[in-house]
């Protein structure tokens, strides 16, 4: 199996990173979708909420219901639904039905991604599994330098649906990939979701959930916005938005790797000063808001150090489950997207209300609370042999 963990590693990132497209493209063209749909700009945003709503619902319960199937035929299905549902809503106009396919994408990101985690992790050896989740984190990451940029541009010129079929071809792509590369692993949990659930909820899990909860809130509240801050408070004009979103996905792809290689050191000093790292940028990007440079210098470090913190959130979580680990790979995703729309709804809230610089006062508060939860969650530790002894597999 290592003779092959290369390939299928980089067939899990490109999933991935079809995945991020999709998930993202929508932040940089709702003014398109917004005029499109006939529809305010706020309620376009809630196609994120929609999307990380589903991640955070729909796919946990995906999982529980496959936790016994095959894991590669599980994510190769992912995959193909995922297609599906991202093309799905190309054919209509209407509001409604483009927020259900958004959902539904989302449960399918959610199924896909903590599978994928489950894999990565049995391609690689013990010590290395900060890194496999950097590699399958990285796809996303990239995604927002090359994929959500490239749609932008592609979006504003020739209209948001154009983007979205550029991101289905690419998972077609992506959905070969992993039939040809990806071999069949087995669980590393225990078999019963009754069992996996009693381990992936405890409380010392669901206490770094809350944590991640609260860290992606905070950034989502500002990052659906970023495109009216950007225009408005910083004074960048709409072409030139996809120039800063390059640099900031550019700087979660680098954050991410860096990440999973600081999870393997040590995931809870990560956290912690990561959290910290994250509350100064935001804090810096209110009082620099109308320097352009320092803006995009700004959110150089917002990038890195904002996805850097999550390989850290995943490797506590499945350190802390135990045998509840393939139940539990997805509850990063669905605790960090429940914070995203819960963040892109208080954003949106705050952007009606207060104007573009809104969404980033929401979002620094919100990142501040984090700040202790994250140093609470350091004392956290996996539950002993003796508690896992006798669960069946």
Same mark, same amino acid.
Do not use: Q, W
């Given at each position: 199996m290592n003779t092959r963990?290369?390939?299928?590693?980089?067939?899990?990132f490109a999933a991935a990173f079809v995945m991020?497209?999709?998930?993202?493209?929508?932040?940089?063209?709702?003014? $398109?979708?917004?005029?499109?749909?006939?529809i305010s700009v706020s309620t376009a945003g809630a196609a994120v909420t929609a999307y990380a709503l589903g991640i955070a619902a729909g796919g946990p319960v995906l999982t529980a219901l496959t936790i016994r199937r095959g894991r590669r035929a599980v994510l190769v299905w992912a995959l193909a639904g995922y297609v599906v549902a991202t093309a799905a809503p190309l054919a209509t106009s209407s509001a409604a039905l483009f927020l259900t396919a958004r959902f539904a994408a989302g449960s399918?990101?959610?199924l896909f991604i903590g599978v994928a985690f489950a894999i990565a992790g049995a391609l690689v050896p013990p010590e290395?599994?900060?890194r496999a989740i950097g590699i399958v984190l990285g796809g996303?990451?990239?995604?927002?330098?090359i994929g959500v940029p490239l749609g932008t541009l592609v979006g504003q010129a020739s209209g948001w649906r154009t983007g979205f079929v550029g991101v289905a071809v690419f998972g077609l792509a992506a959905l070969l990939a992993l039939l040809r590369v990806v071999p069949a692993v087995t669980a590393t949990g225990g078999g019963r979701a009754s069992v996996q659930a009693r381990h992936a909820f405890a409380p010392p899990v669901l206490a770094v959930l809350g944590t991640g909860l609260l860290i992606l809130g905070g950034q989502y509240a500002v990052l659906t916005y970023i495109t009216p801050f950007l225009q408005e408070r910083t004074g960048v004009s709409s072409a030139a938005v996809s120039v800063f979103l390059l640099a900031f996905g550019v700087a979660t792809a680098v954050g991410v790797f860096a990440g999973g290689w600081a999870a393997d050191r040590s995931a809870t000093r990560t956290l912690v000063l990561g959290n910290?790292?994250?509350?100064?940028? $935001?804090?810096l990007l209110h009082l620099v808001a109308a320097i352009p440079v320092l803006v995009a210098i700004v959110l150089v470090v917002w990038g890195v150090v904002g996805m850097g913190l999550v390989p850290s959130l995943q490797y506590r979580v499945?350190?802390?489950a135990?045998?509840?680990?393939?139940?539990?790979?997805?509850?990063?995703a669905s605790a960090l997207n429940a914070g995203i729309a819960l963040g892109a709804l208080a954003g949106g809230w705050t952007l009606d209300a207060y104007g573009a610089g809104g969404p980033l006062i929401t979002g620094l508060v919100v990142t501040a609370v984090a700040l202790p939860a994250a140093w609470a969650t350091a004392a956290l530790r996996p539950a002993s042999t003796q508690q896992t002894e006798g669960v069946p597999a």
């Open positions: 963990s290369g390939p299928a590693l980089a067939a899990l991020g497209s999709a998930e993202l493209l929508v932040v940089g063209v709702i003014d $398109l979708i917004a005029a499109d749909l006939e399918l990101h959610g290395r599994t900060g996303i990451s990239v995604s927002t330098a910290a790292a994250l509350v100064v940028a $935001l804090g499945l350190e802390l135990g045998p509840g680990r393939d139940l539990a790979a997805t509850l990063p």
